[in-house]
């Protein structure tokens, strides 16, 4: 059964090599249309119905965020296409949705279609997309949800509410203001690069940390609100001071 696919992409060279590669290895995927401009990317996700967008993260007339957000409706689900920007990518990977860096490498967009293809992951990433557009209209960081994907669906836990994540080899567990713990997959390394410049530090190896939730800063830890520890590694001292004493 075929999919129907839009290619919205600024550049026309980079339309083309991506429908080449489509073409030449994933023949399920049918091009029905293109776009060069958020509007008319509009237009056709309108007219066309695409089950698959592959979508241009900056565009010169807006971005593709705020092309999600001028729709009423997303039923089709969404591969982001960026030059390297570590802000596009940070928030695209922060909302946990998928993409792939131009120029396009072919393993990873059989890697991507292979996620795309996955059963029961639709409902998921429209849910993901959903989140992601109200998490770009909060004015206060804190309030923004992380999405963390689970094999039931998902976990979505509020900045705010995050106390501290801890890190053990390929797993961290988030320690939340209720007292209650959430787990996820993802290494301590994956949070830290997504919640950079957030209200996050990673001030030991094992532990990041969300400075609302600190009462204050002693010589090698943090005492917490909840009268709890999170030690300081030496290495990262300096950097922690900065951090902790920095207004946001």
């Not at 967008?53 to 729709?71: K, Q, R, T, Y």
Request: glycine share 4%; proline share 3%.
């Amino acid at each position: 059964m075929s999919i129907k696919s839009l290619i919205i992409d600024d550049n026309p060279l980079n339309i083309e090599i991506l429908g080449d590669l489509l073409k030449e290895n994933h023949l399920d995927i049918v091009v029905s249309g293109t776009a060069q401009n958020g509007q008319t990317a509009i237009e056709k996700i309108q007219s066309l119905k695409p089950d698959l967008i592959f979508l241009d993260v900056e565009m010169p007339d807006m971005n593709g965020f705020e092309v999600l957000a001028s729709l009423k409706r997303i039923d089709f689900q969404v591969i982001f296409v960026t030059a390297f920007s570590q802000y596009a990518i940070q928030a695209i990977r922060f909302n946990a949705l998928d993409y792939i860096v131009k120029p396009i490498n072919p393993e990873e967009l059989n890697q991507s279609l292979k996620r795309f293809r996955s059963k029961g992951q639709e409902q998921v990433q429209k849910q993901q997309i959903k989140l992601a557009l109200e998490n770009l209209k909060q004015e206060n960081v804190q309030d923004q949800v992380l999405f963390l994907p689970t094999q039931e669906g998902g976990i979505k836990m509020r900045l705010k509410n995050i106390v501290k994540i801890e890190g053990d080899r390929n797993y961290s567990t988030f320690h939340l203001a209720n007292g209650k713990t959430k787990i996820s997959s993802k290494t301590l390394g994956h949070f830290e690069d997504i919640l950079q410049g957030k209200i996050f530090f990673r001030c030991h190896r094992s532990f990041i940390v969300n400075r609302h939730h600190i009462d204050k800063m002693q010589k090698d830890n943090f005492i917490l609100k909840d009268a709890s520890e999170i030690p300081i590694s030496r290495r990262r001292k300096a950097q922690t001071k900065i951090w902790f004493i920095t207004p946001f």
